[in-house]
């Protein structure tokens, strides 16, 4: 399998794409291709053996596939439940995606992407024995899962960027306790100013030289690909148990989870219509209701891991779906604001006794705003972190 980038103009295997993060034109790497699989003949059932069957052919021809099924076994090592909720309007369940280290769904791909490289780190220039730099910028979840998940490896260091007063105060906790060869820095902006100085130092030619980066972001493709298994798993299980195919409600903010589930349905996995939730932050809501892709300076919200205003992952969804009206028949978009996640989380809990972090909120608030029609239908709603990480707010 090659990966190519979304630019057109470099591709590498998938060592190379896993990395180097991105491209040397600044792109994403994709796959050059997407398997098709059919859900019946995946007669496997856990998420380690899910995981080695559907990501086999993305590691075809890599120096790693010999070790897909042990990274598998080691970085998919905690429970990922799919429990149905009882007294709702129709068939939903919950896919409960904060069971990891750090209590949210950044885990999965963090730690298999710290496997990956671990085992990837000798088929680099074996002259250079500098450490391998990791570069990732956060909004509150993904530097804690990839701090707690390269932390202690010989080989790598990391360097967490976050911006200053915008993630929670468990949130900054984990990004910041770790020492050793984690550091984090509190940047004064946005996540999206995070992001763009995680690119610009790969594009700087003096930093490039001084040292051998990579990045941790789900610019990454070995942090999408892990992402992929759970929604495929969820949607085999459900499937397998009641016949029908679900849908999905994703929240999104970087459109990292969201495309993982989109790869997911488009390799054949029974997964209906897809909709991601997103916060106050309306640039991909407002794209797909007009067709006019606008980044724009994100503004902060409860849900503050999703506060991104200039997805990265805008690249992969376009090289999917080049026709803006392939996109628009596949794929929607409820953006909520504060008011309302305040609203659902006390709602859900009154009614129901769930307890929602503000993420997860954005999610069954677009489940709650479907027609009743739809609701006959079986969804699915990603769950993406612990409530406990955002007990400032929940409380």
């Given at each position: ?296 300076a994100s503004i902060q919200t409860l849900a503050s891991a999703m506060d991104v205003g200039d997805p990265s992952n805008m690249e992969r969804l376009a090289h999917l779906y080049p026709a803006f009206a392939d996109l628009r028949d596949r794929v929607e ?25 503000p993420h997860t909120a954005t999610g069954f608030r677009a489940y709650d705003a479907l027609p009743a029609a739809s609701k006959r239908d079986a969804w699915i709603v990603a769950a993406t972190a612990h409530p406990a990480k955002f007990d400032n707010i929940?409380?």
């Amino acid at each position: 399998m090659k990966y190519l980038s979304t630019g057109g103009g470099h591709e590498t295997d998938l060592v190379g794409a896993i990395m180097q993060g991105l491209a040397p034109d600044g792109r994403l790497y994709v796959p050059e291709a997407l398997p098709q699989f059919d859900p019946a003949a995946v007669e496997v059932d856990s998420i380690p053996e899910i995981a080695a069957t559907l990501l086999e052919p993305f590691f075809d021809d890599s120096a790693l596939a010999p070790s897909l099924g042990e990274i598998c076994r080691d970085a998919l090592n905690f429970p990922i439940p799919l429990r149905a909720l009882e007294s709702r309007d129709g068939p939903v369940a919950v896919l409960e995606l904060f069971h990891g280290p750090t209590a949210a769904f950044k885990d999965v791909g963090a730690r298999f992407l710290a496997a990956s490289m671990e085992r990837a780190l000798p088929e680099l220039d074996a002259s250079d024995t500098r450490p391998l730099t990791i570069l990732v910028a956060t909004s509150g979840d993904t530097g804690g899962a990839v701090a707690a998940a390269f932390h202690g490896r010989p080989g790598f260091r990391v360097g967490v960027l976050f911006p200053k007063g915008q993630v929670s105060p468990r949130q900054q906790h984990q990004l910041t306790c770790w020492g050793g060869n984690i550091r984090s820095f509190e940047v004064d902006g946005s996540f999206d100013d995070c992001q763009a100085l995680v690119k610009g130092a790969f594009g700087d030619p003096v930093i490039s030289a001084t040292h051998r980066l990579g990045a941790a972001n789900s610019i990454n493709v070995g942090r999408l690909l892990p992402q992929v298994v759970y929604h495929a798993a969820a949607s085999l299980w459900y499937w397998r148990e009641h016949g029908v195919t679900p849908n999905f409600i994703v929240p999104t903010g970087n459109l990292g989870n969201a495309m993982a589930c989109i790869w997911a349905r488009a390799i054949g996995m029974p997964i209906g219509q897809i909709i991601l939730a997103t916060n106050a932050n309306r640039t991909i809501p407002d794209y797909l209701a007009t067709g006019d892709w606008q980044p724009r300076a994100s503004i902060q919200t409860l849900a503050s891991a999703m506060d991104v205003g200039d997805p990265s992952n805008m690249e992969r969804l376009a090289h999917l779906y080049p026709a803006f009206a392939d996109l628009r028949d596949r794929v929607e978009a409820c953006p909520v604001d504060d008011d309302a996640i305040r609203g659902q989380i006390a709602r859900d809990y009154e009614r129901h006794g769930d307890i929602w972090c503000p993420h997860t909120a954005t999610g069954f608030r677009a489940y709650d705003a479907l027609p009743a029609a739809s609701k006959r239908d079986a969804w699915i709603v990603a769950a993406t972190a612990h409530p406990a990480k955002f007990d400032n707010i929940v409380e």
